[in-house]
């Protein structure tokens, strides 16, 4: 991989081109085909989306076609979800899922991070957000980081707020068929009520 002549911050991470980059443990590259058939085992997997069935992909022509919207994202802001797999070890080059900082609104980065379940428990989902806000904040410095979990997905949610992240807006989940479905909005600063209605709508 590509790197810095000084790459490295007080974090140990390292980063060459914003779609190369590297944590202490994992490598992050911007998504190609070569990468469908692992995402879709990822987001196919019932123990991956039982928190949030709306994350479910059911065909692997919706995981081709999330990872051209995400090639489309690194085209036209510089950033976006990262393929994330594991750097060292005898698992090096494993998926541990997908994640970072995409710009789907002009109001807001959003950030997001989707891992194996075989994966959690390890750390890896801070890795990624803070890669993903370092680069975001040096893209974009003026943006507020934002999230949204599912009311029912504690776990996204205990992510979130590790990731520095705090609650700003609970309501109805408009894109859950669900009509009791709520949705959480997190952020790294205070939000405006236009920015809210621009990320919950």
């Not at 944590?23 to 987001?43: C, H, I, K, Q």
């Not at 051209?68 to 994330?84: C, I, K, N, Y």
């Not at 109001?107 to 989707?114: D, E, G, M, V």
């Not at 909005?185 to 919950?200: A, I, K, N």
């Given at each position: 991989?590509?790197?810095?002549?000084?790459?490295?911050?007080d974090?140990?991470?390292?980063?060459?081109?914003?779609?190369?980059?590297?944590t202490?443990?994992?490598?992050?590259?911007?998504?190609?085909?070569?990468d469908?058939?692992?995402l879709?085992?990822?987001?196919?997997?019932?123990?991956?989306?039982?928190?949030?069935?709306?994350?479910?992909?059911?065909?692997?022509?919706?995981?081709?076609?999330?990872?051209?919207?995400?090639?489309?994202?690194?085209?036209?802001?510089?950033?976006?979800?990262?393929?994330?797999?594991?750097?060292?070890?005898?698992?090096?080059?494993?998926?541990?899922?997908?994640?970072?900082?995409?710009?789907?609104?002009?109001?807001?980065?959003?950030?997001?991070?989707?891992?194996?379940?075989?994966?959690?428990?390890?750390?890896?989902?801070?890795?990624?957000?803070?890669?993903?806000?370092?680069?975001?904040?040096?893209?974009?410095?003026?943006?507020?980081?934002?999230?949204?979990?599912?009311?029912?997905?504690?776990?996204?949610?205990?992510?979130?707020?590790?990731?520095?992240?705090?609650?700003?807006?609970?309501?109805?989940?408009?894109?859950?068929?669900?009509?009791?479905?709520?949705?959480?909005?997190?952020?790294?600063?205070?939000?405006?009520?236009?920015?809210?209605?621009?990320?919950?709508?």
């Amino acid at each position: 991989m590509q790197q810095l002549d000084d790459p490295s911050d007080d974090d140990g991470q390292a980063f060459g081109p914003l779609h190369d980059g590297r944590t202490t443990r994992l490598s992050l590259r911007r998504p190609t085909g070569d990468d469908v058939a692992d995402l879709f085992r990822m987001y196919s997997d019932s123990h991956f989306w039982q928190d949030d069935p709306l994350l479910r992909h059911t065909s692997i022509a919706q995981t081709e076609s999330q990872v051209e919207r995400s090639a489309l994202g690194w085209q036209l802001h510089g950033l976006g979800p990262w393929v994330v797999r594991t750097l060292i070890g005898s698992s090096a080059g494993d998926l541990v899922g997908m994640g970072g900082c995409s710009l789907p609104s002009p109001a807001a980065w959003n950030l997001a991070f989707s891992l194996r379940p075989e994966m959690w428990g390890q750390g890896y989902a801070q890795e990624v957000a803070a890669a993903a806000r370092r680069c975001a904040r040096t893209l974009r410095p003026g943006l507020p980081i934002t999230a949204v979990a599912a009311a029912r997905n504690e776990r996204s949610q205990r992510a979130l707020e590790r990731a520095g992240l705090s609650g700003v807006w609970r309501g109805p989940d408009t894109k859950d068929p669900d009509p009791a479905a709520e949705l959480l909005l997190y952020s790294d600063r205070p939000l405006s009520p236009e920015q809210v209605h621009v990320l919950t709508a």
